[in-house]
DNA sequence: ATCGTATCCGGAGTCGGATTCATTTTAGGT
DNA sequence: ACCTAAAATGAATCCGACTCCGGATACGAT
């Protein structure tokens, strides 16, 4: 992702600088809530001017989706190293709790994964098939030792999942998202000599 | 909801007449998949002015959540039927699936879960108070039987619902919907004779 | 050190869409 | 028929994303 495609030039100093900085700042504002913070403020924020930002990112909307898509790239990372670790239950159980925790950390991850799931927009296309491919992970292994019911496939995981992550809304959700992915993860092993 | 409170003037025919027309197409226009139509359309296939909008609805977001909270008010009245006419896990598994085949008529109702999960909006307090009790009801009816696992409540549940309800991005969601709802009750019964 | 140029600054201007309000119309009681 | 409060109208306003352009500046290749 920061290594630029063999035949684009690379960026200039300032310019990667500055790129950078407005990542930051609007990671900065979404993480901490404000989720329609102006463009204008986040500009600012990161000491650019709108232009700048523009320069960077196509829309408003672009500069959105490359903060959450690299929150994601960060958790997809998880799963390969969960399955070298832990047996097959273990590393599931252990993923989808580890999804809770990222989204306790901010709103960052919830809105992420939300976002991934509700829209068609061909930007996370990539982001899902990504995530997609790690549950399918480790389900594989699951089902492969008999702990996880067979049948049930990576994306369809993937939209239970975005929908749990959904659901920052109020107070203390935090614990019924711990609820909700126990029942999740029981339902995984339904009919499977546990 | 129509009856007007003891205190306020009854609207005056015409009035009432274009709310309901209003409603009326705003609904239409949202079930049909066009989430951001604009608001002078809707007014126009009301047949009436912005302005009459306005007078009605307190802004665009009003209207839309008018909308959604009648939907959800129509849904929750199943429980209490479900479960006079059936056993308390068939009714729970009905209701389930109830949520998926109204999903399935428009994007209506799963943009309306949707919203009343997502925003801590007030306005949907009601709505997702609403739908938190038509939900322990049929829990509470489980777990009496003993055919459900105790320790997950009304609200618990409808936050995982909310979340499947929001997958209508991508085709063939419908039996996705089917199989994550089947996890949620299997995980529902987890640890019980079945 | 110097030059060519990619990038930035700053903000005025466009544009689309939601919201307002002064004015006109109408329901419905007399 | 007439009167008045309620309701409707729609042009005007506001707001925020996005564009554009004429300098000013910082890089980095030489």
Chains 1, 2 share one sequence.
Not at 2 to 8: D, G, H, R, T
Request: aromatic content about 4%; proline content about 3%.
């Amino acid at each position: 992702m920061e290594v630029p495609l063999s035949s684009a030039r690379p960026l200039r100093a300032d310019a990667r600088r500055n790129r950078e900085a407005l990542l930051a700042a609007a990671r900065e504002a979404f993480l901490s809530g404000d989720t329609d913070s102006h463009v204008e403020e986040i500009a600012r924020s990161a000491g650019v001017a709108v232009g700048t930002l523009y320069r960077h990112f196509e829309t408003r909307e672009a500069l959105i989706e490359e903060v959450y898509r690299k929150e994601v790239d960060e958790l997809c990372a998880a799963p390969a190293e969960l399955l070298e670790r832990h047996a097959p239950e273990e590393a599931l159980r252990r993923f989808l709790l580890l999804l809770v925790e990222h989204a306790a950390v901010g709103k960052g991850m919830s809105v992420a994964l939300e976002s991934i799931m509700a829209t068609a927009s061909p930007v996370f296309e990539t982001a899902r098939t990504q995530m997609a491919n790690a549950l399918t992970q480790l389900l594989d292994a699951g089902v492969a030792a008999g702990v996880v019911r067979d049948g049930i496939t990576g994306p369809t995981l993937l939209r239970a999942l975005g929908g749990i992550c959904g659901m920052r809304a109020t107070e203390g959700w935090q614990g019924e998202a711990r609820q909700i992915t126990a029942l999740l993860f029981d339902g995984l092993r339904y009919g499977t000599a546990s």
